[in-house]
């Protein structure tokens, strides 16, 4: 019996050991990095670009969400895109531009059914293509099924153009100089890494001894975080011109404070370094990058439908 409780106890052990070993821990090279150059410093001592995507909301991979999703809805994230939706007036500004003129009542009754064609094909997905992969959203579910299949990042945006109403620039390259990512970083363009099949996110640079550094997020090891209710910022204003003693700002002041709902990670200087973001000395052969920038909202994928509604004889 002995024997058996110690095998026991030898098993459980080992799992233990094996489920530890599982747990993401964080890279002790990079930590020295950011406790030096990045964590609590002044922005000047940041190095150009930190505070441009300190606010990036990162999406852990999980839920059976998978890697390339993920990083590329965080992507898409970082473009701050909003509306996303192909919508009647979307339709009939993109209509009248090519035609040249205003839309007699027969047009924009087709319009008006290839509009009901557009979501009956794609249903909830239009009304938000992008970001959270919680278990309480499902929204990048939807952003899965808009991209599966999808041959590489410019026809994955193609089909996000087509569903959602949104179309950007995509660049991607290899091999490419140490300016090429600073030139993104500064401009609040997020990156999208691959190699060997893995996908992370460029959030960052840095130098050190005179040599470039990538700060690099993998999604896949960013644990959720605690935090409290998100107000927009109207929101803010109402409730903070409220009275002190007013019960609804006391609520509000409540809320602000709680910690006990789970989100994504966002990036922050003045927080430590958690297990998931490395900072890595550039390599230039390492990765392969994609820039996804400049979004925008657009109904162009729709013009050889629209084209069939209304002549294409116009300025279009």
């Known amino acids: 019996m002995r024997i058996a409780m110690e095998v026991m106890l030898g098993i459980v052990?080992?799992?233990?050991?094996?489920?530890?070993?599982?747990?993401p821990t964080v890279d002790e090279a990079s930590r020295r990095i950011w406790d030096a150059e990045i964590y609590n410093k002044p922005a000047g001592l940041i190095l150009d670009n930190w505070e441009l995507v300190e606010g990036l909301m990162l999406c852990k991979e999980g839920n059976g969400i998978d890697n390339q999703l993920a990083a590329f809805s965080t992507v898409m994230r970082g473009g701050l895109i909003d509306d996303?939706?192909?919508?009647?007036?979307?339709?009939?500004v993109l209509a009248q531009e090519i035609k040249g003129a205003g839309l007699t009542a027969d047009e924009k009754e087709a319009l008006r059914g290839l509009l009901q064609r557009i979501v009956k094909g794609y249903g909830d997905r239009a009304m938000a293509p992008f970001a959270d992969a919680t278990p309480f959203r499902g929204v990048t579910r939807g952003l899965g099924m808009t991209i599966k299949g999808a041959k590489g990042m410019v026809d994955a945006v193609q089909r996000v153009h087509?569903?959602?109403g949104w179309t950007a620039t995509v660049e991607d390259g290899t091999d490419l100089p140490f300016e090429r990512y600073k030139e993104a970083i500064d401009k609040g363009i997020p990156i999208l890494l691959e190699r060997d099949g893995r996908y992370t996110v460029g959030v960052g640079y840095v130098t050190v001894e005179g040599k470039g550094h990538l700060i690099?997020?993998?999604l896949g090891k960013i644990a959720f975080e605690k935090e409290g209710v998100a107000y927009l910022p109207s929101a803010h204003e109402y409730f903070q011109s409220l009275p002190p003693d007013d019960p609804a700002r006391k609520m509000y002041e409540h809320n602000k404070s709680r910690r006990?709902?789970?989100g994504d990670y966002v990036v922050g200087s003045g927080k430590p370094l958690p297990p998931g973001i490395t900072i890595e000395e550039f390599d230039r052969g390492r990765y392969k990058a994609t820039f996804v920038h400049g979004w925008r909202e657009s109904a162009e994928a729709w013009r050889p439908e629209v084209e069939k509604i209304v002549g294409a004889k116009g300025r279009g």
Do not use: N, P, S, Y
């Open 84 to 92: 996303c939706v192909i919508t009647e007036r979307k339709l009939t």
């Open 260 to 262: 006990d709902l789970v």
């Open 13 to 23: 052990a080992f799992c233990w050991l094996l489920m530890a070993a599982d747990e």
């Open 216 to 218: 690099v997020a993998d």
């Open 162 to 164: 087509r569903v959602h």
